[in-house]
Structure formats: C-alpha cells, structure tokens
Nanobody
Framework: QVQLVESGGGLVQPGGSLRLSCAAS????????MGWFRQAPGKERELVAL???????DYTDSVKGRFTISRDHAENTVYLQMNSLKPEDTAVYYC??????????WGRGTQVTVSS
C-alpha cells in the first residue's frame, strides 16, 4: 500500500522559512516525478514545484527564487524548502508522486499559514 506522509507545515511570520518533507513508502516501481501542490481556501489546487527522476525541476512563477525542491532517491523523500514566505503562500500543501505507468498518489496535506 502506497503511503505519502507529509510533515513540516505550521505557522510562520512573513519573511520566514519552512521546510516540508514527504516520505513515500510502499512504492516498488520507478518514481517518475515527485512534486508539491497547494490549495488555498476558495481556490483550485495548483502545482507549486516538481522534480523528475532525472533531476529536472520546475516551479510556478510566484515561488521562483524563494522555494527549492529536492529529493532523496534512496529514501523516496521529497523536500520543499520555502524561504521569504508571504501571506499568499498560505494553503494546504499536498505531496504528489507519479510512478511508472502514470499512477498518481497524493498525501493528505499539511497546513502552511503565513501570518503576523
């Protein structure tokens, strides 16, 4: 059974930093892509950042230069380092994994709140 366990969310002041982690277990196939999405109240879920099995990364424009995605292949873990956080970054952040065959899995989400 595939499980994605996210951690690292919380409350932070504007300008602060958080590091999200997502550990994937129960996966016995190649992971083609790992990523982070977020959903703010009243808004659609959006892609924040992704990293492919070859190390290629991509970010939504609003987080470029502030967020960094990375991956530990051995541990099947993906990280999202978030710096210079803004109130508009407030959302539930979801881990996403796509394995060979385009099977997609989601974590349960972790709340990130940026507020003074």
């Amino acid at each position: 059974q595939v499980q994605l366990v996210e951690s690292g969310g919380g409350l932070v002041q504007p300008g602060g930093s958080l590091r999200l982690s997502c550990a994937a277990s129960g996966i016995f196939s190649d992971i083609n892509r790992m990523g982070w999405f977020r959903q703010a109240p009243g808004k659609e879920r959006e892609l924040v950042a992704l990293i492919t099995r070859w190390g290629t990364t991509d970010y939504t424009d609003s987080v470029k230069g502030r967020f960094t995605i990375s991956r530990d292949h051995a541990e099947n873990t993906v990280y999202l380092q978030m710096n210079s956080l803004k109130p508009e970054d407030t959302a539930v952040y979801y881990c996403n994994v796509i394995i060979r065959g385009d099977y997609t899995y989601w974590g349960r989400g972790t709340q990130v709140t940026v507020s003074s």
